[in-house]
């Protein structure tokens, strides 16, 4: 889909609190069009985005188990998504459960959007609990992400992966005992150690900017954007289709479907990421999937609709 067509989401609008025409038609709309996205994908408290956003509440309150019980929800929608899984690490940290917080920390940081701090407190935890070789394969990632952070990354990523990567140094390499300054752990208090959750506000500010910077084609800096907004909001399907959307303009197309499949594992009904997978395999030559996905969309669009139109003009044109 042309960046100038990107959909107005309006089910994400709801999530964040606010009315969906302050998104369609407010300053950091982005040009996007009138064409909303799929509703919320699952009701109440079974919702993850709404159970994360709880699970945020009482991890701040230092109400572990109930934070525990709420992200438990969530990842239960979403079990692979890096936010989700780094708060419940988070979370079992708190509770003192240093086994599952490593279980948790350790799916974190196998998902790309992973936030800095899920490398950080999965090597101090695999240190406390005897892995050393796990939190050397941390320090290496931070050692390589920090030279490959450039221009798009920004200088404030560029600190938070150099704080890291010093402080999982420190960890394996700790001062003697006699000149161990007498301060906190550094997973005394998990809540507010090597990431702050936003606000639904910062997150709604997170998103216009998302949107504007995809319409420009600044997809890197968009990946950043829609991050916080991630963790503003929690898992949600139109969120993780423009992680997938822009990933796939990067060209980084294993990522992509790595996004698409935990926006479909939330809602499979979803209109615009059953589009933009298909766009994806038009674009990689897979046409027999491609059609597989305008058939979802004949499906799911009983009476037409947008999405199922802009896909088999796609593969229209690949015919020609």
């Known amino acids: 889909m042309h960046p100038g067509k ?7 609008a709801c999530a964040l609190g606010i009315a969906p025409a302050a998104l369609a038609s407010g300053a950091g709309g982005g040009g996007m069009s009138g064409g909303g996205m799929s509703s919320t994908p699952r009701g109440g408290d079974r919702d993850p985005a709404v159970a994360y956003q709880a699970g945020v509440a009482a991890l701040q309150a230092h109400n572990y188990t109930e934070a525990i019980h709420q992200f438990g ?21 708190g509770a003192n459960d240093k086994n599952s917080a490593r279980d948790a920390l350790r799916r974190s940081v196998h998902d790309d959007s992973s936030p800095v701090g899920a490398h950080l407190q999965y090597a101090l935890v695999s240190i406390e609990l005897g892995d050393r070789n796990a939190a050397v394969e941390q320090q290496t990632w931070a050692q390589h992400a920090v030279s490959a952070c450039d221009a798009a990354c920004g200088d404030t990523r560029r600190g938070q992966l150099q704080a890291a990567y010093d402080q999982i140094t420190q960890a394996l390499n700790p001062p003697t005992p006699a000149a161990t ?22 997150g709604r500010q997170s998103f216009a ?15 950043g954007a829609l991050e916080r907004t991630q963790a503003a909001v929690g898992p949600h399907p139109d969120i993780l289709t423009y992680m997938g959307f ?12 790595a996004y698409y499949r935990q926006a479909l594992a939330i809602d499979p009904d979803n209109l615009g990421v059953n589009e933009y997978l298909g766009e994806l ?40």
């Open 246 to 257: 822009a990933n796939r303009k990067l060209g980084r197309y294993d990522q992509s479907f």
């Open 281 to 320: 395999y038009v674009q990689l030559g897979d046409m027999p999937r491609a059609r597989q996905q305008l058939a979802r969309l004949d499906n799911l669009c009983a009476y037409g609709c947008a999405q199922r139109e802009e896909l088999a003009q796609w593969i229209q044109a690949a015919g020609r």
């Open 73 to 93: 929800i969530a990842q239960h929608a979403a079990p692979n998504n890096g936010v989700v899984n780094y708060a419940l690490g988070l979370s079992y940290l």
């Open 6 to 12: 990107l959909l107005a989401a309006a089910a994400l």
């Open 181 to 202: 300054p007498t301060t906190p752990s550094t997973t005394t208090n998990p809540a507010t150690t090597g990431w702050n959750f936003p606000s639904l506000q910062e």
């Open 209 to 223: 900017e998302a949107v504007g910077l995809l319409n420009r084609a600044r997809y890197e800096e968009a990946l």
